[in-house]
């Protein structure tokens, strides 16, 4: 779980009240998304795996304003 600032909070509030695209949060949000797309190759490259399939990603809120993001798949070994 990462958080960002109180003033990316306040922002929010002010663009929740008016519409339109809150930048810190989809910046925020694209950063751990990408965070866990590397911890989970790095999880198939300790496994010698030659690759993902069936890659999903799923994010769950676990407060009010706090999001998770998992990523998984299944890691998979060719044969030669």
Avoid: H, P, Q, W
């Avoid at 003033?7 to 519409?19: E, Q, Y």
Wanted: aromatic share 8%.
């Amino acid at each position: 779980v990462k958080a960002k600032s109180i003033v990316t909070d306040i922002f929010a509030s002010i663009k929740n009240i008016t519409g339109g695209e809150i930048g810190g949060y989809k910046k925020l949000m694209n950063e751990v998304r990408e965070k866990a797309l590397e911890g989970m190759i790095k999880e198939a490259e300790a496994l010698n795996a030659d690759g993902i399939v069936c890659v999903r990603y799923m994010t769950t809120d676990i407060a009010e304003g706090v999001a998770e993001i998992f990523v998984y798949g299944t890691a998979v070994k060719f044969k030669k």
